[in-house]
């Protein structure tokens, strides 16, 4: 596991921990999703999804520029 000193990872991967373990102790069917978006000043917003939608927004551990190009994966290029 990777570890991140910033405390705002911190709460990402505490809150990430307690959903997987909230659905691995539910009786049933689960889902759980994480979607990253890049936002402006070298941040990142992150959503993790499971029910209830959890928003964090974290400083970014690598400086996000304007000219910078998304890379997509094989699967989706066109």
Known sequence: MVSYPDMENDAVIQCICSRYADLMQHDGYGEM???IRILKRGQKEV????????????????????????VLPEDRKS
């Open 33 to 35: 999703r994480i979607d």
């Open 47 to 70: 959503i993790v999804s499971s029910g209830k939608q959890y928003r964090f927004v974290v400083n970014s551990p690598i400086p996000v520029t304007a000219d910078s190009e998304e």
